[in-house]
């Protein structure tokens, strides 16, 4: 379908991204990149200015938003601390980068916040329009600790600073002050930085508080000192989020330990919660989504003071289930409490989370334990655009935002299968242009 300059979207179903009732029989002007006009079709007045496109019985709702992907251009299977994918040429894994930005427009994600070296030039290609892509914040590489998540202890530290694919190692406030400054000359949107272990290697573990609190309050005063910059910080146990909470990042990531008192705090100063439900209990191998195979993505290395040998889990699977029942716990406290949750799946690389059906497996894990399917639309839409920092851009279809509008075959809110089901998408349009129709990209 060509559009043009301003165009009518005619008789359509509005989902408007707050969670309200569907609209039926309404019109939606765009004129150039942005969204002119909203209304019932009974107010609706033909003019020969606007290109009529009639759209009776489908669907439309704002763009989908992933608040927490790597577009890392890897290639691997997660072993090793990622050894895979830091050996390959930087070059090559940019160059797959742009495909698998691409992928995730194609499942109707029309931005997203990307932790990478890569994002930090995909923004800048796409916002070109010479080739399509999804509108991406970039928060750059993340900083973490010599050591600690995202160190690829079996490779140089040199090497690491010069080939990871999203993280720079940074140690000590004043390191820290020099990289937030290095990466916002880059041009990224965000910062970001690992407050706690992820559990990947030895001295990684998701207990483990890995920055100081001088440490984190510097990297946020650093970032917020250009206005408009937000830090997001990886946090997974409960001294890590209090601190992250104190120092003042804007998005808690994972976030798994957070007690009542946090979820309090982050309600009072509008901290949003990014869960990642689905990477958390797939790591612990006991949360079932259906899928043909489940398997674990995070490698669990241990120190021989607790390993139990090579036939032996370091976690019994009552500690596992354990674990999975406590995050769901405290997510569905800080659902209840009224926690902001913005929806991030941390795609990371394929084969092991491909681009864009690892976000629809977030959307699957958010309805197994308990959010309604239009509440997950809200979180992928307005609440991550307000993680994302551009709530007063996109994330809503209304008078003024920019024109990211999917049009669907059937209603999304109906069944979170037919949400995930990239079939019932028959066109995403992104800053007024279509970008993709029925599944293939328009230039």
Not at 135 to 153: E, S, V, Y
Request: proline fraction near 2%; glycine fraction near 10%.
């Amino acid at each position: 379908m060509e559009l043009k300059e301003n165009y009518v979207l005619k008789n359509v179903n509005l989902i408007d991204g707050y969670g309200k009732e569907i609209k039926e029989n309404m019109f939606v002007a765009v004129s150039g990149r942005h969204i002119m006009q909203i209304d019932d079709m009974s107010e609706y007045k033909a003019d020969n200015v606007f290109q009529e496109i009639e759209l009776a019985g489908h669907y439309v709702m704002p763009g989908l938003i992933d608040a927490h992907i790597h577009l890392s251009g890897g290639r691997g299977e997660g072993l090793y601390l990622d050894g895979d994918i830091i050996s390959e040429p930087n070059l090559m894994r940019g160059m797959r980068s742009v495909g698998d930005a691409q992928t995730l427009l194609k499942s109707g994600i029309t931005s997203c916040r990307d932790i990478s070296w890569n994002g930090l030039y995909l923004k800048r290609i796409f916002r070109e329009e010479r080739i399509v892509g999804p509108r991406i914040i970039a928060c750059g590489p993340g900083l973490a600790r010599t050591g600690g998540h995202c160190d690829t202890f079996q490779f140089s530290e040199e090497m690491v600073q010069k080939r990871h694919q999203w993280a720079v190692l940074a140690d000590g406030p004043e390191e820290c002050r020099k990289w937030v400054r290095r990466i916002l000359r880059q041009g990224a949107d965000q910062i970001k930085f690992w407050a706690s272990g992820g559990g990947n290697w030895a001295t990684d573990n998701v207990f483990d508080v890995h920055y100081t609190f001088e440490e984190m309050k510097m990297i946020c005063d650093e970032a917020h000192k250009i206005s408009g910059t937000m830090v997001c910080a990886h946090a997974e146990n409960l001294e890590s989020i209090k601190q992250c909470i104190k120092a003042g990042v804007d998005t808690i990531e994972h976030g798994e330990m957070l007690d009542e008192e946090c979820m309090e705090l982050m309600i009072e100063r509008g901290i949003i919660l990014v869960p990642t439900i689905n990477l958390l209990t797939n790591a612990s191998g006991s949360f079932d989504l259906g899928s043909e195979e489940e398997k674990p993505i995070r490698t669990f290395a241990f120190h021989q003071r607790s390993d139990g040998g090579p036939e032996t889990s370091l976690y019994s699977d009552e500690e596992l289930e354990m674990y999975t029942n406590m995050i769901i716990d405290n997510f569905s406290k800080a659902k209840e409490k009224g926690v902001k949750i913005a929806m991030g799946s941390d795609t990371v690389y394929e084969p092991v989370t491909p681009y864009g059906e690892y976000t629809m497996q977030e959307y699957k894990a958010l309805k197994h334990i308990g959010m309604t399917v239009s509440e997950i639309i809200t979180s992928a839409t307005l609440n991550s655009a307000k993680a994302l920092g551009m709530d007063h851009k996109t994330g809503t279809l209304e008078v003024g935002k920019l024109a990211d509008i999917l049009v669907l075959i059937k209603n999304p809110a109906e069944d979170i299968e037919i949400l995930c089901d990239n079939s019932n998408i028959r066109y995403v349009i992104q800053n007024g242009k279509v970008v993709v129709e029925e599944g293939y990209l328009k230039y």
